[in-house]
């Protein structure tokens, strides 16, 4: 099979069917040029590759310097590939079978403490711009969402009276989030004011200045400033108040399935390393705490 007529059967499957976002097709097909160039430098013939040629690639990846997280993610991409080709029948056996995965020393992510959210939400200013920024950050914790999610939600997804939004997830899972009554006040006084903003017929939920939906890129602005001002500590990230969300659920008594359901995991594991986030907190807290630590 031509490695071309592959590739392209590869890539539609993932923007039809699975349905992924721009960027992580991005890193695919970067990934994948990657190895496309290594092979045909080879001059090895596309059926010929084997778990020995994977073999040969990764050690070239480790020889340019490739971080180990680069290079799992290019086994990932591969894997994705060739196991895509054998459960079509494009191509017999799959050569990253016996492939093992770069090991990567995973990090804690870094999330906001109780106190350092309750800095962010306190609310100094006003008009506009600061009820809408303050409803954001306050809808963000309230309910765990993704920034992306936060940016793609529409006026119809929200029900002021049940206290719920339906939220469009990784690949286009929706799935139906809480939030409390703090956040409802927030999103009634919000709206009131959006009216006069928003373009005529503009169906985002959050609106630019413009009267357009906003992006990711101005909100992690946005919190860059807010973290100024409130004095904060600056390598926090919007992603940190998703962390928080889930780790302050879990150290209050919420179950992880309860927890994964709100996030919108796939996988439970994905859920798992806010008991590791909870477990380092809790060991802070006693070695600083405790008087004879």
Request: proline fraction near 3%.
């Amino acid at each position: 099979m031509n490695i071309n007529i592959a590739e392209n059967s590869f890539f539609e499957y993932l923007e039809v069917e699975r349905k992924l976002s721009p960027h992580t097709l991005k890193a695919y097909r970067r990934d994948f040029e990657q190895f496309k160039l290594h092979v045909n430098a080879q001059k090895i013939i596309f059926d010929n590759i084997d778990h020995s040629t994977l073999r040969e690639y990764i050690g070239h990846l480790h020889k340019k310097g490739l971080a180990k997280k680069s290079i799992s993610r290019h086994i990932s991409s591969l894997r994705a590939f060739f196991k895509f080709l054998q459960s079509n029948g494009l191509r017999k056996g799959d050569p990253t079978a016996l492939l093992a995965n770069s090991r990567i020393d995973k990090k804690l992510p870094v999330i906001f403490s109780p106190k350092d959210i309750n800095g962010l939400l306190t609310m100094d200013e006003k008009g506009f711009f600061a009820v809408r920024n303050h409803t954001m950050l306050e809808l963000l914790y309230a309910t765990g969402i993704r920034v992306s999610e936060l940016v793609g939600l529409d006026l119809e997804r929200l029900d002021i009276k049940n206290r719920t939004i339906k939220v469009l997830g990784k690949g286009s899972k929706e799935r139906l989030v809480p939030f409390h009554d703090r956040c409802k006040k927030t999103l009634i006084e919000y709206l009131r004011m959006r009216t006069s903003i928003a373009k005529k017929n503009e169906c985002a939920l959050f609106v630019s200045k413009s009267g357009r939906r906003l992006t990711t890129s101005l909100i992690r602005k946005m919190l860059k400033k807010q973290l100024l001002i409130h004095n904060l500590p600056s390598n926090l990230t919007p992603h940190g108040i998703r962390h928080a969300f889930a780790t302050h659920l879990l150290e209050n008594g919420a179950g992880l399935r309860a927890i994964q359901e709100l996030l919108g995991h796939v996988d439970l594991s994905s859920t798992q390393v806010y008991t590791q986030l909870s477990r380092a907190r809790l060991k802070k807290v006693h070695s600083n705490s405790h008087p004879r630590a």
